[in-house]
């Protein structure tokens, strides 16, 4: 030990731990996997085939905010593949995938020009999510005829993206005050 270190104030700089961020990236996972799996047991019927209420996006806005753009692209793809195996078949996970991918490339775009908060991410990414699955459909089918389904998607995208952000919002501001850790 070098003289006077005992006197020293420790290291602030590096932010929160390893063990802690592993802890949250596991938490994270776990959590949109669960809310994948109520998702999947919540029917909806709202004039379009496929509406959800997005709660799995959750984990993924959270995530997004706390731990980073790399870190919410690796839990939603693990969402994604968990999900599709557990409970879907290769098309949802194709299209889940397709949604993902878009959603969390706006999302983190949007959140980098720190000109929208957490509510305006969120319907951004609903929207990306919904533009990214008929995208993919309109491809698997050959078929344009499906973008007549977009519509009624995206108000849904943006009305559960208002939810998802508000909530999330919430969540952030709350495990914002354990940051050491983090």
């Given at each position: 030990?070098?003289?006077?270190?005992?006197?020293?104030?420790?290291?602030?700089?590096?932010?929160?731990?390893?063990?802690?961020?592993?802890?949250?990236?596991?938490?994270?996972?776990?959590?949109?996997?669960l809310?994948?799996?109520?998702?999947?047991?919540?029917?909806i019927?709202?004039?379009?085939?496929?509406?959800?209420?997005?709660?799995?996006?959750?984990?993924?806005?959270?995530?997004?905010?706390?731990?980073?753009?790399?870190a919410?692209?690796?839990?939603?793809?693990?969402?994604?593949?968990?999900?599709?195996?557990t409970?879907?078949?290769?098309?949802?996970?194709?299209?889940?995938?397709?949604?993902?991918?878009?959603?969390?490339?706006?999302?983190?775009?949007?959140?980098?020009?720190?000109?929208?908060?957490?509510?305006?991410?969120?319907?951004?990414?609903?929207?990306?999510?919904?533009?990214?699955?008929?995208?993919?459909?309109?491809l698997?089918?050959?078929?344009?005829?499906?973008?007549?389904?977009?519509?009624?998607?995206?108000?849904?995208?943006?009305?559960?993206?208002?939810?998802?952000?508000?909530?999330?919002?919430?969540?952030?501001?709350?495990?914002?005050?354990?940051?050491?850790?983090?």
């Amino acid at each position: 030990m070098r003289p006077g270190s005992q006197d020293r104030a420790p290291d602030t700089k590096k932010k929160g731990t390893k063990a802690g961020r592993m802890a949250l990236y596991g938490m994270m996972t776990a959590l949109a996997f669960l809310f994948g799996y109520v998702e999947s047991l919540i029917p909806i019927h709202f004039g379009a085939p496929g509406v959800k209420l997005g709660l799995a996006n959750l984990a993924a806005i959270v995530s997004l905010y706390l731990l980073g753009g790399a870190a919410a692209a690796g839990i939603s793809l693990v969402r994604v593949i968990l999900t599709g195996f557990t409970f879907g078949n290769l098309s949802m996970m194709l299209y889940g995938l397709a949604g993902a991918a878009l959603s969390l490339l706006v999302m983190s775009i949007l959140k980098k020009t720190d000109r929208f908060g957490c509510v305006g991410v969120s319907v951004a990414g609903g929207a990306a999510h919904n533009i990214g699955q008929i995208a993919v459909a309109c491809l698997v089918l050959e078929s344009a005829s499906l973008l007549y389904y977009l519509p009624a998607l995206l108000a849904a995208g943006t009305a559960a993206g208002c939810v998802i952000g508000c909530l999330g919002g919430i969540v952030v501001e709350r495990l914002s005050r354990y940051s050491s850790f983090l």
